[in-house]
């Protein structure tokens, strides 16, 4: 069964065209990573998934439903959460109103739980836009996990984290597989080889190739595009 | 004490301060903080959209005009007693709110505020045109008799007091409650960022609808409660400068803040009283002071007080 699934998916800015007739499918309780090099038009697609970028042409469909009219507050309401590449928290609030207006609902016990899966509890009271870069990815990832999402959309959560702090997400993902349908945008290869089940890659805004960590790893298109070990 | 017991407890004493405050007070100051109390209610208003949600309308006098006006030609004109005259100025109140934020909130930043300012010039300037019901530029007087309830004058010092006190402790008590509820959590969210609030699903058009309308009714509210408790109804309440003054009570007081713009109206009609009597270039002083404050405590009085010594104020 597939939770997620774009016919054509097209972003066009101006002459460019950011994401390409995307095809894509999606299946429920799967981790699948898309990578591909800057520029490819991973955050694009995945904005267009969650309603954040209007769609130029194509269709999304999430849990069997044609979503592509709806805003992105109602998809969101569907089951989806999205985390930004870009952090985006709410940097003059503490953690527990960040992570609060994540769930919907300030009980303490709950705030205070979906802080601690990435080990910022101890930091409930502490304004969101004081803390290191790293600790606010965290607080980002945090949000995106507290929503108890049916589809969760990472664009790029290692980016600025310790080597400790990786492999503290890596857990955190794993346990959460299964439950929740993850869409990973990532960089970091041993992370993505590490987490995931299937992988998409994506490269001028068209999908170059699609399939088992392994399969993609030995794939030559892939190789020369983007992997560049050769 | 958790937060909201806090949140509680300094809401009421406040009030209760302000019952005593009622009866201790000399007259000359007692009728000042009645006038304060009205105008503090219109802060409050302006402050759910300003200092909460984060939009910044150059209009409010539109909101708080079509209360007074709304109450007041309903006594004046329709004869009618003090209470249904305030329901109606509150009904007028809430239906131009909606019609103008389904208007105004199809445009952001800038573009809000010149559209609530031209908005309210148009209120105004109907307010003048339509002067054989509105009486124009003199405004008209509501006759002393009629401004009672149930035998009560409110003409009379101590009833009036406690009429404005009661309005202030209303519109107090609903939107302190409404910042501990998820809608106005979700106003927060708005103002500090639009974008992550949406991506977490939540409706910011509507929570900005809702905010406007309770902005303006509470407004409107506050315009009613004028002509009822000092019988007159001018165009000077519709003009630019009663858009102008709830923004810098609140920029005053604390943004964001609940009791700010009650202690924003009261500093600023104090410094003007004050320095009337020492100068005839008042508003030299007062304008000084207005410097001063915003170069030195720019969160408001109240917000200084919460960034330096009281985080948990609400
Ligand atoms: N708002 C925008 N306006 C114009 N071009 C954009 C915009 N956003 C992205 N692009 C372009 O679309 C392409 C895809 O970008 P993006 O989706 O961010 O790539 P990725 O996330 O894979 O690095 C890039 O060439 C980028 O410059
Ligand atoms: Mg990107």
Redesign the pocket.
């Known amino acids: 069964m597939m939770l997620l699934e774009t016919k054509g998916l097209t972003r066009i800015?101006?002459g460019?065209r950011?994401v390409d007739k995307v095809d894509y499918t999606l299946a429920k309780g799967e981790i699948h990573a898309l990578i591909?090099p800057?520029?490819?038009?991973?955050?694009?697609?995945v904005g267009m998934v969650s309603g954040r970028i209007p769609i130029s042409e194509g269709e999304v469909w999430f849990d069997g439903e044609n979503v592509t009219a709806l805003p992105a507050h109602a998809r969101i309401q569907r089951g989806m959460a999205y985390t930004f590449?870009i952090t985006a928290i709410y940097a003059r609030l503490n953690l527990f109103d960040n992570v609060a207006l994540a769930l919907g609902k300030r009980d303490k016990a709950t705030v205070l739980a979906a802080l601690d899966r990435v080990g910022l509890a101890d930091r409930a009271s502490r304004i969101a836009g004081d803390l290191a870069y790293g600790h606010q990815r965290l607080l980002e990832i945090a949000m995106g996990v507290a929503q108890n999402p049916r589809l969760l959309i990472l664009d790029e959560p290692t980016q600025g984290l310790a080597e400790g702090e990786i492999e503290d997400f890596n857990a955190l993902i794993k346990e959460l597989a299964g439950d929740t349908t993850i869409l990973l945008?990532e960089h970091n290869m041993s992370v993505v080889m590490a987490l995931s089940d299937e992988i998409t890659v994506?490269d001028t805004g068209r999908i170059l190739a699609r399939g088992t960590p392994d399969e993609i790893h030995a794939n030559a298109d892939v190789q020369n595009a983007y992997l560049g070990t050769g | 004490m958790n937060l909201d017991a806090r949140s509680v407890a300094l809401h009421l004493g406040l009030i209760a301060v302000l019952i005593v405050l009622g009866f201790v007070l000399p007259t000359y100051h007692q009728g000042n903080l009645a006038r304060i109390l009205v105008l503090a209610t219109y802060a409050v208003g302006y402050n759910v959209l300003f200092g909460y949600t984060g939009l910044l309308s150059l209009g409010h006098a539109m909101f708080f005009a079509a209360g007074m006006y709304g109450c007041g030609m309903a006594m004046h004109l329709g004869g009618l007693t003090v209470i249904p005259a305030f329901v109606i100025g509150l009904i007028c109140a809430a239906a131009l709110s909606a019609v103008v934020a389904l208007l105004a909130l199809r445009t952001i930043g800038v573009a809000f505020m010149i559209v609530t300012l031209m908005f309210a010039q148009s209120v105004y300037l109907t307010a003048l045109y339509l002067g054989e019901w509105t009486g124009g530029d003199e405004g008209f007087v509501i006759a002393q008799a009629t401004r009672q309830i149930a035998g009560y004058a409110l003409t009379e010092p101590l009833t009036r007091y406690f009429a404005a006190l009661t309005l202030f402790a209303v519109a107090l008590l609903i939107t302190a409650r409404m910042m501990q509820m998820s809608f106005g959590r979700v106003l927060i969210g708005v103002r500090e960022n639009e974008e992550r609030t949406r991506m977490l699903g939540y409706d910011v058009f509507r929570h900005k609808l809702g905010a406007v309308i309770i902005s303006g009714t509470i407004a409107g509210a506050a315009g009613a409660g004028y002509a009822v408790l000092f019988g007159y109804v001018g165009a000077t309440f519709a003009s630019v400068q009663y858009s102008i003054f709830p923004l810098l009570w609140v920029l005053l007081g604390g943004m964001g803040t609940t009791i700010g713009p009650l202690i924003g109206v009261a500093f600023m009609f104090y410094l003007i009283d004050y320095a009337s009597g020492v100068t005839n270039a008042y508003m030299l002083i007062a304008g000084a002071a207005l410097v001063l404050l915003t170069l030195f405590a720019r969160a408001g009085i109240v917000g200084e007080i919460r960034n330096r010594w009281v985080p948990w104020l609400p």
């Open positions: 800015y101006g460019l950011a591909g800057n520029g490819a038009g991973k955050s694009t697609f590449q945008i994506l």
